[in-house]
């Protein structure tokens, strides 16, 4: 019997952006086979593109109509049976994931729409990750019960082996003290949900703890193959490198007001930032400066337009915007 194994290289790309308050990112779905929601994706092509970077550019802009700016790898995603359908004796996809920031135009939706792709909010996939209003009432009513089920359950025979048990792992994604919350542990959250069999990708993927349920409790919106935990992956990265580099600024107009910018990062953090504290921060960091012009869009009084001193790339590296801490209302 052969055994020899085909490997085929994919390229994934999380497009993040911020509109109306929201982090969004862009999906594309086949209109006539109803599938599941996906991230942009096509394989590499040695003879076609002479980078990754240059293929997963050209399969963008072929998908989305999308010229990427900012782009950077996030990981390599390998696992058996990760891009596989029952019965599929295809080659093996090995995929390589990108991040991409990029700022929306009045007219990308509709272009976006002409290529059967759109914008979605990430908290639709990750409801749990949204603490801007308070403690999210799924973490109470579904996923803390859920986990205490898994948690007395004999783990299934021939389980890996962990250097932390079930409960420690569940106490530091999900917080065993109720006060904390950490932003940044989103794919290990993820990667719990889905060994418990508490998400759709479990049960498509086989996953024992997910076939002996008798219904799924509708954890976030599903996507195709391993395309949730590639966008838990990128959301991870995101917030964690919101603290120690100046990439929300890509994400940003030219100009904006300082409440702009604190509503674009509670909407990558999920975090809800108390006003003058963030002012406080932005002025320490001494990452913007005024304009001289002002704003009157919000109807209110003239606010202040800044922009980002982009010339502190070249002269020292630029920090971030060091929010963080602890979330209230963890109870």
């Given at each position: 019997?052969?055994?020899?194994?085909?490997?085929?290289?994919?390229?994934?790309?999380?497009?993040?952006?911020?509109?109306?308050?929201?982090?969004?990112?862009?999906?594309?779905?086949?209109?006539?086979?109803?599938?599941?929601?996906?991230?942009?994706?096509?394989?590499?092509?040695?003879?076609?593109?002479?980078?990754?970077?240059?293929?997963?550019?050209?399969?963008?802009?072929?998908?989305?109509?999308?010229?990427?700016?900012?782009?950077?790898?996030?990981?390599?995603?390998?696992?058996?049976?990760?891009?596989?359908?029952?019965?599929?004796?295809?080659?093996?996809?090995?995929?390589?994931?990108?991040?991409?920031?990029?700022?929306?135009?009045?007219?990308?939706?509709?272009?976006?729409?002409?290529?059967?792709?759109?914008?979605?909010?990430?908290?639709?996939?990750?409801?749990?990750?949204?603490?801007?209003?308070?403690?999210?009432?799924?973490?109470?009513?579904?996923?803390?019960?859920?986990?205490?089920?898994?948690?007395?359950?004999?783990?299934?025979?021939?389980?890996?082996?962990?250097?932390?048990?079930?409960?420690?792992?569940?106490?530091?994604?999900?917080?065993?003290?109720?006060?904390?919350?950490?932003?940044?542990?989103?794919?290990?959250?993820?990667?719990?949900?889905?060994?418990?069999?508490?998400?759709?990708?479990?049960?498509q993927d086989g996953r024992p703890a997910a076939l002996e349920r008798a219904d799924?409790?509708?954890?976030?919106?599903?996507?195709?193959?391993?395309?949730?935990?590639?966008?838990?992956?990128?959301?991870?990265?995101?917030?964690?490198?919101?603290?120690?580099?100046?990439?929300?600024?890509?994400?940003?107009?030219?100009?904006?007001?300082?409440?702009?910018?604190?509503?674009?990062?509670?909407?990558?953090?999920?975090?809800?930032?108390h006003k003058q504290n963030f002012r406080r921060l932005v002025e320490n960091a001494?990452?913007?400066?005024?304009?001289?012009?002002?704003?009157?869009?919000?109807?209110?009084?003239?606010?202040?337009?800044?922009?980002?001193?982009?010339?502190?790339?070249?002269?020292?590296?630029?920090?971030?915007?060091?929010?963080?801490?602890?979330?209230?209302?963890?109870?």
């Amino acid at each position: 019997m052969d055994s020899t194994a085909t490997l085929q290289i994919g390229l994934n790309a999380v497009i993040v952006s911020v509109a109306g308050g929201m982090p969004q990112i862009v999906q594309v779905s086949d209109p006539h086979s109803g599938a599941a929601d996906s991230l942009p994706f096509g394989p590499f092509d040695p003879i076609r593109h002479r980078t990754f970077e240059i293929g997963l550019r050209s399969w963008v802009e072929e998908q989305t109509a999308l010229r990427l700016g900012y782009i950077e790898q996030l990981y390599t995603f390998g696992d058996r049976g990760r891009h596989r359908v029952r019965g599929d004796a295809g080659p093996h996809i090995v995929s390589v994931g990108y991040l991409a920031l990029t700022r929306q135009t009045p007219d990308s939706e509709n272009v976006l729409a002409r290529h059967d792709s759109n914008w979605r909010c990430w908290y639709d996939y990750f409801p749990w990750e949204d603490w801007r209003n308070g403690r999210p009432s799924i973490l109470d009513a579904k996923i803390l019960p859920e986990l205490k089920t898994w948690l007395a359950a004999e783990p299934p025979e021939g389980s890996p082996l962990r250097a932390l048990g079930r409960e420690e792992r569940v106490n530091l994604a999900f917080g065993a003290d109720p006060s904390k919350w950490d932003e940044e542990r989103v794919l290990e959250r993820y990667e719990l949900l889905y060994e418990a069999g508490l998400v759709s990708e479990a049960l498509q993927d086989g996953r024992p703890a997910a076939l002996e349920r008798a219904d799924l409790p509708g954890l976030g919106r599903p996507m195709q193959f391993d395309h949730r935990r590639i966008l838990a992956t990128a959301l991870s990265r995101l917030r964690g490198k919101l603290k120690y580099r100046p990439v929300i600024f890509e994400l940003m107009a030219d100009t904006f007001t300082l409440t702009e910018l604190q509503t674009s990062v509670e909407a990558i953090s999920g975090r809800h930032l108390h006003k003058q504290n963030f002012r406080r921060l932005v002025e320490n960091a001494d990452l913007v400066e005024p304009t001289g012009a002002t704003s009157t869009a919000t109807g209110g009084r003239p606010a202040a337009l800044f922009r980002f001193k982009r010339a502190l790339l070249s002269e020292r590296p630029a920090p971030g915007l060091k929010v963080g801490g602890r979330q209230p209302g963890y109870s």
